[in-house]
């Protein structure tokens, strides 16, 4: 499978503790997106990276939220002290700037049940 | 405020019926406009954008700029079009963040 990755899949954790996920982008593809899905919603905008240079982050990435692309390829999203209102799917895209129209390629995502 | 919405969250058609996806948004400037669908155990992908004037699977979407409208159609529904369709749009000029609407949830009934 050459499409966009996650892992895990699944987490399930206690309230205060820390999270990670990653995500291995499509080869080649300089573009790496990170949203975050809840229940009945759309996926929502939280962050981005071109090449390993993160250029935006949304007002939804507070301060516990921290995410990472260190040389360009995979990513990952680190979550600290984790509260309820984490619950969600996390969904990483990539996608190529040198191709016409920059299509973002999603993964499956990370759903994320803070008890 | 950049804002997509979609006044229907659930749409249920009969199989051949002709179903049409209601999307507003509001975007200062022109924004590049997408449908996303998700099937069932599968993953998010682009269904069709405007820019291409392209028809998928038999699905196109007319941009109405004066009511900022970029409604999905299909004149026959088919079962494997039940999905969830999301709008969305993204700024013409950088294309990064994608901004996208609640869903609707199409039922084909057969």
């Known amino acids: 499978d050459t499409g966009v990755s996650q892992d895990p899949r699944h987490k399930i954790t206690k309230r205060g503790q820390n999270v990670t996920f990653r995500c291995d982008p499509i080869s080649e593809h300089n573009r790496l997106y990170w949203y975050r899905q809840t229940l009945g919603q759309g996926p929502e905008f939280l962050t981005y990276?071109?090449?390993?240079?993160?250029?935006?982050k949304s007002r939804l990435l507070s301060d516990r939220f921290s995410a990472e692309r260190p040389k360009g390829s995979f990513s990952t999203l680190e979550i600290q002290r984790t509260e309820q209102g984490d619950s969600a799917m996390y969904l990483c895209?990539?996608?190529?700037?040198?191709?016409?129209?920059?299509?973002?390629?999603f993964g499956p995502g990370t759903r994320l049940t803070v008890l | 405020a950049q804002r997509v919405t979609q006044p229907e969250k659930l749409l249920s058609v009969f199989k051949g019926a002709p179903v049409e996806l209601k999307c507003n948004y509001s975007?200062?400037?022109?924004?590049?406009l997408f449908w996303y669908v998700q099937y069932s155990r599968q993953r998010l992908q682009l269904l069709l954008r405007h820019i291409s004037r392209e028809s998928i699977k038999g699905f196109t979407a007319d941009l109405n700029k004066g009511e900022t409208s970029f409604h999905l159609k299909k004149p026959f529904a088919q079962e494997e079009d039940s999905a969830m369709y999301y709008c969305a749009l993204s700024a013409k000029t950088s294309y990064d963040k994608v901004i996208f609407g609640p869903g609707t949830s199409l039922s084909v009934i057969p």
């Open positions: 990276f071109q090449n390993e240079a993160q250029l935006e």
């Open positions: 975007y200062s400037g022109s924004p590049e």
């Open positions: 895209a990539s996608s190529d700037t040198g191709l016409v129209l920059y299509e973002q390629f």
